[in-house]
């Protein structure tokens, strides 16, 4: 049997679609990227994609006159695909209803704080600007509400007297890069039981 397909949105870098695909190179996660979708045609998740040879598409949502059309070109690329989980890395759109309600538990995002605290897309500046001594990488599943969803992992991380952006990114990133390989594995596995706003792991 084919391991089940992902798809994977990203807006830029990639570092995090990388992760994936490095788990499942190395046999860490059973599972298929069949497409990475962005909405910028400059994003560099697009060849990371290609260079692994996985289907990269551009869409771009000007070319959609609403936000609920450019999400239903998105699920007949996913449909078509089969694609049974929806990866959120860096994707920097909120997803509306039509989209959330196609795939019920179904898509997954990671955030680089501690949600509740400090969501939104800023969230390392607005951490580091609140004065806060700890923050760290929330993966949740998504809701109808913005960086919400029942949480799957969490790990903290201590912000140092000197910290800088730079400094706490790279930080966020080691974990972020551990951690959404795991959570995805969870849910593929079927480890992962949403039980109200809790995720009981198994
Ligand atoms: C990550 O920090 C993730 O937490 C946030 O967007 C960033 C994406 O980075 N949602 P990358 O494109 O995976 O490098």
């Known amino acids: 049997?084919?391991?089940?397909?992902?798809?994977?949105?990203?807006?830029?870098?990639?570092?995090?679609?990388?992760?994936?695909?490095?788990?499942?190179?190395?046999?860490?996660?059973?599972?298929?990227?069949?497409?990475?979708?962005?909405?910028?045609?400059?994003?560099?998740?697009?060849?990371?994609?290609?260079?692994?040879?996985?289907?990269a598409r551009y869409v771009d949502p000007r070319q959609y006159p609403t936000r609920a059309s450019y999400e239903r070109a998105l699920i007949r690329l996913f449909d078509q695909r089969g694609v049974k989980l929806v990866c959120l890395a860096g994707f920097m759109r909120i997803l509306s209803p039509v989209f959330v309600g196609h795939f019920p538990q179904r898509i997954v995002n990671i955030h680089p704080a501690l949600l509740p605290a400090f969501p939104g897309a800023h969230a390392i500046r607005d951490a580091l600007a609140w004065g806060a001594k700890v923050t760290g990488v929330t993966v949740h599943l998504i809701d109808e509400h913005v960086d919400h969803g029942p949480i799957l992992l969490q790990e903290a991380v201590a912000i140092s007297p000197r910290e800088t952006k730079a400094t706490l990114l790279a930080k966020l990133h080691r974990i972020e890069h551990r951690l959404y390989p795991q959570a995805i594995r969870l849910l593929l596995d079927g480890r992962a039981r949403v039980v109200g706003r809790t995720v009981r792991l198994r």
């Open 1 to 55: 049997m084919r391991p089940p397909a992902l798809a994977v949105l990203c807006s830029g870098q990639g570092t995090n679609l990388q992760a994936i695909l490095n788990a499942i190179r190395a046999g860490r996660l059973s599972a298929r990227v069949a497409i990475v979708v962005s909405d910028r045609a400059d994003a560099k998740a697009l060849s990371r994609a290609t260079r692994a040879g996985i289907e």
